[in-house]
């Protein structure tokens, strides 16, 4: 017997334990067409689909002395129609070995002689050509490879190092595959259609433990110093969610009510303080499995802080991996506001434990049947656990739907459904339009089907797609389904395959009837282009509010005018309830003012969620040229009575966009004008404890209020601050919001030049990100030109958070300098960023949207004629825009802004004489 004979024999007695589910699935594939009614290309990445993979079983060396590991990839794959060639996704591997060979249950395998391997470079695939046809069977293909662990990048198998609090140098590697880099770390077949069920089998060094997708079966000695960590067999799963871990972290644990065990990992100090994020962890999959009525399908779920992470978060199966600040997150450093978003955060990656794994979309065109569900039902989840936010509807819109909006209401958005093709085109379909555009479109579905046909279509789509493939044609029957009084199948394409949204005009013809007309929404027609197969229309959801009566039977509306009877008269009329529907409302003078009155009086008939939806309606129409800004601007005069969250938050970040776009004494102006509105509400704030242990929405209000009364030189923010002394975050049990304390040694750098000194001292000392972070943000809120140069400088040898994070602070201060500094280090930023998910997009539109000249426009667009923005070309593209838009603004608005301040400033003097 030949030593690869004896090779091949005991590979097959080690493969085919795990095979015998793989071989009940070989008949259930057929020859179907994949063609999906929703896509506008019929594209669906480069294997062709007559080779399936069945299984795979994958064995590792990993070596993290010198970041190298070596394996052997097995994989059973089913053939249904001949074949010349094995096409297999592989990028960057040193392959030392590759043989096929037939697959007979319970029998050993015949070789298959390999004449050929190619690399096909350009379509990152390893063609395997055997000597003879393949003809449909089942076959075993063997690749044997070698790799090192990435360093400079967050995509792949990637090692990150650090030390811990005694100076110890702590090591890990970890992946990070979605949507298309598992082939960078071992050959698979990496699109999102091929799923199979996966066993892994894992050599490492004993002082560190692996985790993968499966629970471990075995962790057994292999020669001293080393172990084998043998993972049981996964589901059917996709590869961009499979997920290997090689760590010396501790844990602590639950148990899900089904009886999941439930482990978060992290460093023994970090652990000490994250029990927040296991419990949420554990009550959102206990509220999910109970919502979706379908079972949990792994054995246990693990959540994994990663060092160097280039998202927030990601759903492998199984095993949740997530910065450190949001799986570890710590309520004695982190804010308020970063608590928010780590319950949604950790929310959303448990809901794709069904959406997104149990059920993959077919192809990247389908995206939003996993990221957009989850954007719904990570609220879902949310105001289930917890009772001091309103997720649904006061998150959803206030950081959601208008961020999802402002995106779509741009000549280069692009349609829900879009097919790409090329991976930058993959990479750019995670943005605005997916999460909170899509988010929000499922939030309308929801509202239209209603809240128990809803919760059947999901249960449905999710038992009977279990383990396989959907597209939103499969989704939208099944919402149809449940809804046979809506045609919401035709509904649901218009938002879904076109882009953009309407902005739909309400006027009152009498008192008992309301003329609704409806018109594409773009902040600016020019380059607009009529490409729609539906011309721009939609199937408008009508829910309105009167002095009379709440209405939120939801009436379709299918014509460009309609007329709407109302069923009692009335004297006003708000469309549109809590903006659960995905349009903006626009209505005469006369009915905004009659708003604008109803506020004044009694501004608590409207909801919260209708509050902001007001505003945000009246600064995107403003945006648009469609309204003059003045109106808005005595509109938010309501404002000093509002004492809810939403409401200020949009109200507080439009005056300091306002700000950035004003001259000193144009400024002083606006200053009045906003301490007068906030000056009730900040009294009222001030009242109330510093605790982090509070409610989170006093928190997030204490927090805005007082940031804003900082701003604008309020007194009574002043004294606040001043009053706190010391302030402590030593425990769990007292202490003072992050928030707050962060707002103390700010007004106290601003105030104090020695301060501000000492904080530049101690910064490179700094080991603490959280800390460095924190630091970087005081320190970069100075007028000094010089340091704030010598910041940037500093920032670059610093971590990549800190690197985005002085950029973002300094771009919205002095957008020249930071995009000046940004032009002459391009080469090291796209170098570190360029192949990123979503940073180097969100650099390129950071350092770009605050310019204001048609100079500075014209000098960006002549640098990226010569150099390219790799995945930045949406922040890029978007930014261009926004340019454009701030100069159109100081040509048709400041003025008028301008004099609207100065003459409030008079008013207000004369009022105080």
Known sequence: MTRRTRELLCLFVL??????????????????????????????????????????SIILKINMRDWL????????????????????????????????????????????????????????????????????????????????????????????????????????????????????????????????????????????????????????????????????????????????????????????????????????????????????????????????????????LDVVPVKRFGVAAMENWGLITAREDIANFDPLVHSAQWELQARVIMAHEVAHMWFGDLVTPHWWDNIIL???????????????????????????????????????????????????????????????????????????????????????AVHNYLIEKAYGTATMSDMTQ?????????????LIERYTLQKNFPVVHVRMLNRTHVLVTQERFLFTNKEAVNDSPYNYTWHIPFTYTTDAERVDKVIILTERENIVELNKPATWIKANNDFRMYYITNYDLVGWKKLYHQLISDHTVFTTTDRIQLLSDLLKLVTADKLDITFPLQF????????????????TEHWHELMNKMSPAEKFAAKIYARDLIDEALKDVVQLNTSFNKPIKERLLQFILVDTGIAVDHPVADEFIDKLGNTSRNTLEEGTEPGIVYLQKLRKAQTNKNYWNELLETLPKLKDADEIMETYQILCDTNNVTALKELLESSLKGSEDTQQAVLDIISKTRPDIAWQFFRRNYDTYFEKYGDSLFTMSYILQTVTEQLNSNEMYNEVKSFFKTNKPGTGEPGLTAGLEQIAENIRWKKNHRHK?????????????????
């Not at 044997?144 to 990637?158: H, L, P």
């Not at 049981?232 to 065990?261: F, H, L």
């Not at 303080?273 to 979706?292: G, N, Q």
């Not at 569900?373 to 950081?399: G, K, L, P, Q, R």
């Open 15 to 56: 493969f085919h334990c795990t095979v015998k589910a793989a071989e009940e699935q070989i008949v259930e594939f057929s020859n179907e067409s994949d063609v999906d009614p929703f896509a506008e290309s019929l594209y669906t990445g480069n294997i062709p689909p007559f080779i399936k993979p069945l299984h795979y």
């Open 69 to 300: 590991y070596s394996g052997r990839v097995h994989v059973l794959i089913n053939i249904t129609e001949p074949c010349d060639q094995i096409p297999i996704h592989s990028v960057g591997l040193n392959i030392t070995d590759v043989f096929v060979a037939t697959y007979v249950p319970k029998e050993r395998g015949r070789r298959v002689p390999v004449i050929e391997v190619l690399e096909d470079k350009t379509e990152e695939l390893l063609r395997i050509f055997p000597r003879r046809l393949l003809y449909e069977g089942v076959y075993q293909l063997f690749i044997d490879f070698k790799n090192v662990f990435v360093s400079d990048s967050f995509w792949g198998f990637y090692q990150s190092s650090w030390p811990d609090e005694k100076g110890w140098e702590n090591k890990m590697v970890s992946t990070q595959f979605s949507p298309y880099w598992a082939r960078h770390a071992w050959p698979c077949f990496d699109e999102p259609k091929f799923k199979a069920t996966f066993k892994f089998f894992v050599e490492h060094e004993s002082q560190y433990y692996a985790l993968s997708n499966g629970a471990v079966e075995s962790r057994e000695p292999i020669r001293a110093g080393w172990i084998r960590t043998t993972f049981e067999r996964t589901p059917d799963m996709s590869t961009y969610v499979t997920a290997m871990i090689i760590t010396n972290y501790r844990e602590i644990k639950g148990r899900s009510q089904s009886g999941t065990p439930v482990k978060l990992y992290g460093s023994y100090t970090k652990l000490q303080r994250s029990r927040k994020m296991l419990d949420t962890t554990i009550k959102s999959l206990d509220f999910l499995e109970d919502y979706f009525g379908v079972q949990y399908p792994m054995s246990k």
């Open 478 to 490: 099944y919402l149809q389904d449940a809804t046979p009084e809506y045609d919401i199948k035709s």
């Open 897 to 913: 802004c301008r004099n609207f301040f100065f003459t409030y400033a008079r008013k207000h003097a004369k009022g105080k004489n």
């Open 370 to 456: 996993k990221e957009s569900t989850v954007s719904w039902f990570m609220v879902f989840a949310c105001d289930a656990i917890f009772d001091d936010f309103d997720f649904s509807d006061e998150y959803m819109v206030t950081y959601e739907l208008i961020r999802g909006m402002d995106k779509d209401s741009s000549v280069n958005s692009r349609a829900a459904i879009t097919n790409p093709e090329f991976q930058t085109e993959i990479m750019n379909m995670f943005d605005e339009i997916t999460y909170q555009r899509g988010g929000n479109l499922f939030r309308m579905f929801y509202h239209i089907v209603g809240a128990e046909s809803f919760r059947a």
């Open 636 to 651: 938010l005069t309501y404002m000093k009575r509002e004492t809810e969250f939403g409401p200020w938050k949009l109200a």
